[in-house]
């Protein structure tokens, strides 16, 4: 099969190559999934698990992309749930092979069914974004309706899935990021939008959740506005700043067959847009790693076009 590798850590994003490589099998538990379209997140390559497995063994040359839209090829032994020829999504193990290539081999809890009226292109820009916000708001975060969320990057791929379901959760919603994206965050529903550059966030006041995809300076600060009770949501390591009288939660997105089905019925009935930014090939997926403008939304690669 056809399968973007890398293989050498500090050459980044530059040392991807296109090559063939052995279809994938599938093992215990595993579907092999045809991908059609998977989706990118852009500090896959900084991620340790892109690099080695879970023994910190090295497992170059590693297939990076770890969200997935495709048809199902065939089903390992024990598998239970999906059945070869069905369209699914999901993510991949972090730690195993990726969806830059023609086939994948997944855990088959780790993908949900994708129902026939909903794009590849779309399946694909859900799964980790629309996860993470999910877990982040309603697990981690207990978000209730009546309640205040800053959103950080609002207008990225997993900001602009937390300010939607925020909102349709019935909270109020302040998004932040760069003034040029403050109309796009408004249009996925923060009703304020805090402009990092030139604003004050602290102007803001106090709030009951602060979801943080940023870190750094914005994550300590951020950390001073939730009020007690309240918590600081961070999907970017652990916060270096905590709220004086209220909780700090870092966590990695897991994958969930239910939680994608309530996302992707939301997508259907029209109460979550995606977001998603350039669509490239296979052949592309490099330089959809390390634009050279700055590029919004969720980067997908339609490995079959
Ligand atoms: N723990 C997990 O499970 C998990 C899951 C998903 C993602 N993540 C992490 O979450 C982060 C965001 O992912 P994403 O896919 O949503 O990325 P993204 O689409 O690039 O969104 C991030 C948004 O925040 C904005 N932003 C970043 N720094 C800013 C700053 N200093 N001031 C103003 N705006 C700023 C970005 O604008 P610019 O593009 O202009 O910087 C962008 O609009 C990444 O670090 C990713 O690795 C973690």
Known sequence: MRAIVVTD????????????????????????????????????????????????????????????????TALGYGTTGLSVGQRVFGITDWTRDGALAEYAAVE??????????????????????????????????????????????????????????????????????RAADRQKALDFGAQEFVDLDNDALEDVGEVDLVFDVIGGDIGKRSARLVRV?????????????????????????????????EIVQRVRDGRLRTNIGAVSSLDEAAAAFHPNERRTGKAIIRVRP
Do not use: C, Y
């Not at 999934?33 to 989706?39: F, I, L």
């Not at 918590?231 to 969930?256: H, K, N, Q, W, Y």
């Open 108 to 177: 088959a809890r780790n993908l949900a069914p994708l129902p026939g009226d909903v794009d590849f292109t779309v399946g694909a820009s859900l799964p980790i974004s629309g996860l993470t916000a999910w877990q982040g708001l309603f697990e981690h975060g207990r978000l209730r309706a009546g309640q205040s969320v800053i959103a950080h990057g609002a207008a990225g791929a997993v900001g602009s899935m937390v300010a939607q379901l925020a909102r349709e959760a019935g909270a109020h919603v302040i998004g932040t990021g």
């Open 9 to 72: 850590r500090a050459a980044g994003a530059a040392g991807m190559k296109l090559v063939e490589r052995p279809d994938p099998r599938a093992a215990t538990n595993d579907v092999v999934v045809q991908t059609h379209a998977s989706g990118i997140v852009g500090t896959e390559l900084e991620w340790p698990e892109t690099w080695t497995d879970r023994l910190d063994r090295d497992r170059t040359p590693s297939i990076p992309g770890h969200e997935l839209a495709g048809v199902v």
């Open 229 to 261: 009770g309240g918590t600081l949501v961070s999907v970017v390591g652990p916060s270096e700043a905590r709220p004086a009288d209220g909780l700090t939660v870092d966590f990695v997105v897991e994958s969930d067959r239910a939680q994608l089905g």
